[in-house]
């Protein structure tokens, strides 16, 4: 558990709802700082990628470009181009392994807005419509903010978004003068500095045990974001297989490899959300000659056996990863 900090500052936990899960921040505060005025404007920034980039919203600008027909230009803020941008980069540089037009095969396997279970038709009718590379099948028009489909399909940046939502949750603590700060939300994670006594921030790696929660490792990060990915906390039981809700676009199925977790440190959650599903898909032997040929600091949990194998990268090693079990 973080250390309290000493006079001047104050320890601040601030939390609320927003996605089906619970955005939090832990703060050491200046005691100039309006907690409430900070909280509500957490809440307005996490509220508008929400808003923005919701697939279960009917009234999102990300479904407002579902519903456009192909080659319609449409216009679109900011923040979720900003969004578009990020995930059709990381589309290509892995090549497809992080696909955000696979929206849906989501929807067709039980884990979108639509349904709540595979349905054998949705997943042939998705399967058969086929599309290229999902950065020459959507084009965004940067100066004029506009985005439009070369083919019919479905956009979904649940592989993203919420690494987003953590990266404008940092930029508001930074707006109100906040220097030492953990940002969360679900998996992905975010440190604003360190804590105020100069202590990195410590956050636990969860190990990938479905049905229960604890912790694999340890790791402290300062002015570092890190986001993991893995098959064990959602998924639908279809007989005696266990379908994990990532996409694989190349199998047009759910991810089916001996990845059980992939853990991305990064500078901002944008990109470690994003690396993280990337390299889920990409799968062990793929996926880790992927990151190493970007220089990507990743740290693999691979089952083998009844045991897991760890592999890391970069700062994914003993002296950064306190082992737990």
Not at 114 to 124: G, L, N, T, V
Not at 233 to 260: E, I, K, S, W
Not at 289 to 303: D, P, V, Y
Not at 308 to 321: H, P
Request: net charge neutral; charged share 20%; aromatic share 4%.
């Amino acid at each position: 558990m973080p250390k309290t900090p000493s006079e001047p500052f104050v320890r601040a936990r601030l939390h609320g709802p927003t996605m089906g899960t619970r955005w939090s921040v832990l703060c050491d505060l200046e005691p100039t700082v309006d907690q409430p005025a900070l909280q509500l404007a957490l809440a307005a920034a996490v509220q508008q990628v929400d808003q923005q980039m919701s697939p279960w919203k009917p009234d999102s600008e990300l479904m407002r470009l579902n519903r456009a027909a192909p080659e319609e230009w449409v216009a679109l803020p900011p923040e979720i181009m900003t969004v578009l941008t990020r995930a059709l980069e990381v589309g290509r540089q892995s090549g497809g392994a992080f696909d955000p037009t696979v929206g849906a095969l989501v929807d067709a396997w039980g884990f979108g807005a639509a349904r709540d279970a595979p349905d054998a038709a949705a997943i042939r009718a998705a399967t058969q419509a086929t599309h290229g590379p999902a950065h020459q099948s959507l084009e965004l028009d940067a100066a004029k903010g506009r985005a439009r489909k070369h083919a019919p399909l479905q956009v979904d940046l649940c592989g993203i978004a919420k690494g987003y939502a953590v990266d404008r949750m940092t930029a508001v603590l930074q707006r109100h003068g906040v220097a030492h700060a953990l940002a969360a939300l679900d998996g992905e994670l975010r440190a604003l500095g360190g804590q105020a006594d100069g202590q990195p921030w410590a956050v636990a790696l969860e190990s990938p045990m479905p049905g229960r929660r604890s912790a694999h490792g340890v790791l402290e990060l300062h002015d570092l974001a890190v986001a993991t990915s893995g098959d064990y906390r959602r998924f639908v039981q279809v007989g005696a297989d266990r379908l994990a809700h990532t996409m694989d676009p190349r199998r047009a199925a759910p991810v089916r490899n001996d990845v059980a977790s992939v853990t991305v440190l990064a500078p901002e959650g944008m990109s470690a959300d994003a690396w993280a599903t990337a390299l889920l898909v990409a799968g062990g032997d793929h996926g880790l000659a992927l990151a190493q040929r970007l220089g990507l600091e990743a740290l693999f949990l691979l089952r083998r056996g009844a045991g897991l194998v760890e592999l890391g990268l970069g700062r994914f090693d003993a002296r950064a990863v306190g082992a737990n079990g």
